[in-house]
């Protein structure tokens, strides 16, 4: 095995095992709410726009302080900010569990959002300090694969959860969010003694690895700021970062408007709590396929705009699709196509702006883009919710979620995106200064 083959896959295996489970817990915990929901809203008397407006009132909090976090993460290093996110997040995620109505379930929610700020984006910010630019839709992929993932495994888990209603006189619900919050707790002492900050840190690479990485990586960066260096301020307002940003909306709204809702809708099929948590996993079992094979191919056809295109396409194409038909059967089919498309665009519109921004411009840049792009984890379940009330049925909410994936499928291939930036230039690697 050469030495860049050797070099990733120590580094793949070393860090993206862990990261995936981290971001499993944590995404875990961030949509349990719609688990909850069954029975929750009934013992606390949420209506549907109530429950919306709490379900994504966590993503305005999570906007105002995602920034600040990712910058904190590039001062103090990703080990110690993670560790705290993540203790920090366990105990509000566990604190819903005593929630009594909606001004609590609204305040939970909020210091939920600012708790976790900077987790997502400072990851893909760790993770361009330890990848080359023509691996990150493979290993992004991987890494963003715990998000279908943490509905394959826990929407059974959740379901099955809610069965233990009474026990030592709590809900439920109750307790799917205690112990669906202790993993978090653990994780977070964990993060301290496991990660590594950066290659130049990591002792258990081999002196030819490690070499070879950050040599690697410094010419990497050179040849982005060759082309233009970008202040952190300048990447805050750049026109590409914004657009992609928008992009981003799009597809996140498609998929926390589609994860906060699908419990409900598919228990209304007839189902129990547990068959409903089996069934709700199928479009996540093929998001997780296309996720990681849609951005592998990505990556060995070096194409971007394309991949993330089509694949925004399906999404809004199968939510669209769902609205059509009363046959729970034919429903799900389309909820699983959208499944495919919604998770397959994300890891190939993250490699957009990491190609061409590095440094304290990278942390702020991916910020950006995550904090503006989340805001649509408020607009989908709130819209979702709204209409619901308004009209009786979830068709308008799901017709809204589809157009906000069309646009994004617009805005992507409008943008502007120079795939060289992503190559090492042929001939000698720099060395590190």
Known sequence: M?????????????????????????????????????TMSKDLGLSETAFGLGAGIFFIAYFLFEVPSNLFLERFGARKWIARIMFSWGLLSGAMAFIGGETSFYVVRVLLGFAEAGFFPGI????????????????????????PLS?????????????????????????????????????????????TDKPADATWLAADEQAWLINRLATEQKVREAARHYSVWQALTDPRVLAVSLVYFGAVACNYGFSFFLPTIVKGFGLSNLQTGFVV?????????????????????????????????????????????DDPLVKMVAFTVAGFGIFASLPVIWTLPTAYLSGPAAAGGIAVVNSIGNLSGFFGPYAMGYIKDATGSYNGGLWTLAAAGFVAMVI?????HDSSLEQAPSGRIMPAE
């Not at 990733?8 to 995936?20: G, Q, S």
């Not at 330890?130 to 715990?146: N, S, T």
């Not at 992507?412 to 502007?416: C, E, G, K, T, Y």
Request: hydrophobic share 60%; glycine share 8%; net charge positive.
């Open 2 to 38: 050469d030495l860049e083959a050797r070099t990733l896959r120590r580094v793949t295996l070393r860090l993206v095992p862990f990261l995936v489970l981290c971001y499993f817990v944590a995404y875990l915990d961030r949509v349990n709410v719609g688990f909850a929901k069954l």
């Open 124 to 147: 893909i910010f760790f993770l361009t300090l330890w990848f080359p630019a023509k691996e990150r839709a493979r290993i992004i992929g991987l890494f963003m694969a715990a998000i």
């Open 151 to 195: 509905s394959v495994i826990g929407a059974p888990v959740s379901g099955a959860l809610l069965g233990l209603d009474g026990w030592m006189g709590m809900h439920g619900w109750q307790w799917l969010y205690i112990l669906e919050a202790a993993p978090a707790l653990v994780l977070s002492v964990v993060v301290l003694f496991y990660l």
């Open 281 to 325: 996993a199928l479009p996540y079992i093929v998001g997780t396929v296309g996720m990681v094979l849609w951005g592998r191919r990505s990556d060995l056809k070096q194409e971007r705009k394309g991949h993330a295109a089509i694949a925004l396409f399906i999404a809004a194409a199968g939510i669209g699709a769902s609205t059509m038909f």
């Open 412 to 416: 992507v291939m409008a943008l502007r």
